[in-house]
C-alpha cells in the first residue's frame, strides 16, 4: 500500500461528509471491501459528487443492449486516450470483473483494435473514440456504421454519453491527481 496523498485537494474525513454521501461511500466500501478514491475526492464538492454520481449510475446502470462489460471497455479505451490512470486502472479492473477475462483490459488499454473482442465491439470503440477526440465530425456515415453491427440509436446515445462523460472524469481526475487505489491492480487477475 502506498502512503501518496489520493488528491491535490482537501480530503474531507468521512465523518464530516453529508449524510447521504457518507452513506453511499460505506455502502460501496462494504461491497468492495475498500472506498474507491473517486468517491473521496469527489466528496471535497457534496453537491457536483451527487450530479457525477447520479449521472453515472444513469449511464452506466441503464438497462439497454450494451452490456456492463462493453460500457466499460468504451471507459478504458477513452480513458485511456486522455491519459487518465485513475480510471484505466480503476474501469480496467470493473472491466477484467465484469467480462471475465483477466486479459481484456490491458488488452483495450493498449490497442483496442487488436483485443480479442468482436468486431461489433471495435465498431462501438471506434465510435467512442470519435466522440472523445473529434465529436465535431461525427456523421451520419457513423450511425450507419454502427448500425449495420446491430447497434440502434438508443444504444449509440449510451455510447457516445458514457465517452463525454467519462471525457470530464478523466479530467477532473487528471486535474485533482486522482490516485487510483492500489487495490484495483491485482482485482481479477
Known amino acids: 500500500m502506498t502512503d501518496h496523498p489520493v488528491s ?3 480530503v474531507p474525513a468521512l ?3 453529508p449524510e447521504d454521501i457518507r452513506e453511499r461511500i460505506l455502502a460501496v466500501q462494504e461491497k468492495s471491501g475498500f472506498v474507491p478514491n473517486v ?3 469527489l466528496a471535497h464538492r457534496p453537491d457536483e459528487f451527487r450530479a457525477f454520481f447520479a449521472y453515472h449510475d444513469a449511464l452506466m446502470e441503464r438497462p439497454g443492449n450494451l ?3 462493453e460500457r466499460e471497455m468504451i471507459v478504458v479505451a477513452t480513458s485511456t486516450v486522455n ?6 486502472v480503476a474501469h480496467g ?4 470483473i465484469r ?3 483477466p486479459l481484456i483490459a490491458d488488452q483495450v488499454a493498449v490497442n483496442f483494435r487488436k483485443a480479442d473482442i ?3 465491439q471495435k465498431a462501438m470503440l471506434e465510435f467512442a473514440m470519435k466522440v472523445s477526440q473529434r465529436a465535431h465530425e461525427v456523421g451520419d456515415a457513423d450511425f450507419a456504421a454502427l448500425e449495420a453491427h446491430g447497434f440502434d440509436r438508443e444504444d449509440i446515445w449510451d455510447i457516445a454519453g458514457i465517452s463525454a462523460f467519462f471525457g470530464l472524469s478523466n479530467r477532473m481526475a487528471n486535474v485533482t491527481s486522482m490516485r487510483p487505489n492500489d487495490e484495483f491492480y491485482s482485482m481479477a487477475r
Open 8 to 10: 491535490r485537494f482537501p
Open 15 to 17: 465523518a464530516d461528509m
Open 39 to 41: 468517491f473521496l475526492v
Open 67 to 69: 452490456t456492463k462489460a
Open 83 to 88: 491519459q487518465c490512470q485513475y480510471c484505466v
Open 93 to 96: 479492473a470493473i472491466l477484467r
Open 99 to 101: 467480462a471475465k477475462n
Open 118 to 120: 468482436t468486431e461489433r
